[in-house]
């Protein structure tokens, strides 16, 4: 059974970085490599909304917000996802969710909190 597994929330003030990693577990490779993965947040009171997404051949996309801040990249060796966000903003304060696009799977999510 696949597990997504996010790691490297924390507390930070803001204009500090955090590196958030995406693993998913017992996938395996063909499969991982030939789907798109995404980041999510969801901030208290507010829908979930998609802050990033590379497809299968490393094509990236951004919500606009964090463009020129948050960096995609993905490691298809290691079924890993890596979310690197500098310049953090307090309205960047947000549970973060990683998401497999064609098998749809989430992960639990990892707290990520900037404070100003």
């Known amino acids: 059974q696949v597990q997504v597994v996010e790691s490297g929330g924390g507390s930070v003030q803001a204009g500090e970085s955090l590196r958030l990693s995406c693993k998913a577990s017992r996938m395996i490779l063909s499969s991982f490599s030939s789907t798109a993965v995404e980041w999510h947040r969801q901030a208290p009171g507010k829908q979930r909304e998609m802050v990033a997404e590379i497809t299968s051949g490393r094509v990236t996309r951004y919500l606009d917000s964090v463009k020129g801040r948050f960096t995609i990249s993905r490691d298809n060796g290691k079924r890993t996802v890596a979310l690197q966000m500098n310049s953090l903003k307090s309205e960047d304060t947000a549970v973060y969710y990683c998401?497999?696009?064609?098998?749809?799977?989430w992960g639990q999510g990892t707290q990520v909190t900037v404070s100003s």
């Open positions: 998401h497999i696009r064609t098998q749809n799977y």
